[in-house]
């Protein structure tokens, strides 16, 4: 920005001021941990499903036993992918802890 300054009967100075660069902080996502313990309050196991979507029993692979500690592959918000017993599959992220 310039700004020109003048006072009557004076030369005009200009003079340039130059605000000092400040980086926006760019923010990071806290990593979400490799594993997760099932916890399912009301019952004693959680369905391992196949594929996201359906909630019938036709794509559930598996069933894992509340407070299972399982190792995840991608969180999602709704499901997160995980591997149980050598079978890869989706359990309803809330189940996770």
């Known amino acids: 920005m310039v700004i020109s300054l003048a006072v009557p009967g004076t030369l005009r100075k200009r003079t340039r001021l130059n605000a000092p660069a400040t980086a926006t902080p760019v923010p990071t996502a806290t990593p979400r941990p490799n594993t997760a313990t099932v916890y399912q309050k009301n019952g004693s196991y959680v369905n391992l ?25 991608s969180w999602g918000d709704t499901y997160t992918k995980v591997s149980y017993n050598g079978k890869t599959g989706y359990i309803i992220t809330s189940y996770l802890k």
Request: net charge positive; aromatic share 0%.
């Open 49 to 73: 499903r196949s594929s996201i979507g359906s909630m019938d029993n036709r794509n559930v692979i598996a069933k894992v036993p509340s407070g299972t500690v399982v190792s995840v592959i």
